[in-house]
């Protein structure tokens, strides 16, 4: 039977901290969130501001019935700083929430321009257009990644992403 893991309404979201499309449960982890960002903001002697929808999309990544809030950083502004949470050419980083069984949410990280999601033999697929030298490109050119969500991880091609604060094995290695 497939799992409905997508919902996209951006039109549809309620102007609270999180919108209406996340859980409350989401409300403590998007406060910390804010907070994280504030102190960037203050210590640039600056006042911060948040759009009134900051979570972007729900989709349930790992199937187990709660939904998993897109956050992307550009919904945060500092009055001294035009630039802190808008990116650059590689973009603004994207933080997607995944729920945990335990309760609580692994936070991830992906760095890119504007995304999209879809729906692939029921598993959710995020495509986010990313800077051409992803792609190995010398020349300003598109290029898009796909990133699928697997036992703990956002995986593309040729890469984990691996939840803040943790590495893969893997990366480990490399270390």
């Not at 029921?122 to 490109?137: A, E, K």
């Not at 898009?144 to 691996?162: C, K």
Request: glycine residues 8%; charged residues 20%.
């Amino acid at each position: 039977m497939p799992v409905p893991h997508l919902l996209l309404a951006p039109s549809l979201m309620a102007a609270s901290a999180t919108a209406s499309l996340a859980p409350a449960e989401f409300q403590p982890v998007f406060e910390q969130l804010e907070a994280e960002k504030k102190s960037f903001c203050t210590a640039l002697e600056g006042e911060m501001a948040v759009e009134d929808r900051p979570v972007s999309a729900v989709v349930d990544f790992n199937a187990d019935g709660v939904v998993d809030p897109i956050v992307p950083e550009a919904v945060f502004s500092c009055s001294t700083s035009a630039t802190l949470f808008k990116g650059g050419t590689g973009g603004a980083t994207h933080h997607v929430f995944v729920s945990k069984a335990q309760g609580g949410y692994d936070r991830f990280d992906l760095l890119g321009h504007d995304y999209r999601i879809f729906v692939w033999n029921d598993f959710p697929v995020i495509l986010m257009g990313v800077h051409f030298s992803v792609c190995g490109l010398d020349r300003v050119s598109t290029c898009i990644v796909s990133y699928t969500y697997e036992q703990g991880y956002f995986q593309a091609a040729g890469d984990l992403v691996s939840p803040e604060g943790q590495t893969t094995e893997e990366e480990e290695h490399k270390q």
